[in-house]
């Protein structure tokens, strides 16, 4: 079958909930992606984070196989040989004493919210049905609905109402705005979602004071702080989580004075890898406790082959030192993208990121159509990376990727600005000559 066959079929009969760049993908290792025509590329995306690992890792694969020939699924209905060792491995390995395991992001977010609230109202005292939780402006939590209730993007909300209530939203990066909300009510408030880094937004990295800050106000109202790093967290950033801040300890360390804890910690995407759905949601007895039989749960949540893959998945961030190579190779790749920004300021806006987590403004309106073509010029030159909110491209390529195929890709995305600039003097030079 060709390509263009394969994306008929999926145009034919799946939903048109995405819309993905035109090519189709059959293999993958490392870094690198490979089409149906065999064609290799460089894998910016890493499926939004999933991969840090890089595309089937043979020690993921190798935990995945095992355990599904093994056992796949018991359900929570009784104990099996490989949750409580996970649950042990989890808790130690990210400071917390319970973990709560789910599937995919949006569930474990919705976990933590109904954690949140049960806290809110049996531990801090919240009249009944009066709980509330902030959130950001510009938000990305997930897909349920009520996750899009408190998303500010018309698209992801529109015409899916009515909408859950008890949310609240304050600018991102804005701790003072916060801070006002905060002390209007405190009372009611049973906690604060925030995204350290707000990847789907653009990759919109706050100043160095405001997680912190958002902890402390947290704090000094008896109010949960409550961090999503399922796109930021195991080591894509160049920190094991986001709110290390700059801590490169890759999580050995007993929590260095950078470290901002949240109360409850929520992961996924990269936890497994890549390789199957994995998430989780952390925190202290003081707050998971609140959580009892019956009272939430998931047939897949925590199931053997979740257990074994994420734990070899975490064991392979460290023994690969992928945060330190997150740290190292971002500022590089950073670097060369502001070189290409200083050169091409009628192209390029800015770049930004923290790790491996990166994003070139493109120097045109969210509806235009500049940053689509860089991506389909990237593709072509065997680089896969997909514009956000129309203008930004985000760039996150596996953890893995060595400093030669980095510098690799960052010729080749030289090499595809170029090509925009050049025809963009083109058709300046064009509109003068008609003009
Ligand atoms: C991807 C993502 C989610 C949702 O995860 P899914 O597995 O797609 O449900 C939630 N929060 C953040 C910050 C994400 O990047």
Redo the contacts with the bound molecule.
Sequence with gaps: MTSQQYIDLEDRHGAHNYHPLPVVLSEGRGVYLYDVGGRQYFDFLSA?SAVNQGHCHPRIVRALSEQSSRLTLTSRAFYNDRLGPYEKYLTEYFHFDKVLPMN????A?ETAIKICRKWGYEVKGIPHDRARIIVCGQN????TTTIISFSSDPNAKGNFGPYTPGFESVPYGDLDALRSKVSEDPATIAGVLV?PIQ??AGVFVPEDGYIPGVAAACRENNILFVA?E??TGVGRTGALLRVCGDCTCAGHCERQPTYTRPDVLIL??ALSGGTY?V?AVLADDAVMNVIRPGQHGSTFGGNPVACAVAMEALEVVRDEKLTQNARRLGRLFRERMQELVDRHPETLRLVRGKGLLNALVINDSPEGDTAWNLCLALAERGLLAKPTHGNIIRFAPPLVISEAELMEACDIIQEAIAHLAADHVGSEAEKVDRG
């Design positions: 939004y995919t992001g949006a569930e977010v990305f939590h997930g897909r995204e990847g789907e999503d399922i796109q996924g995407k759905p998430s």
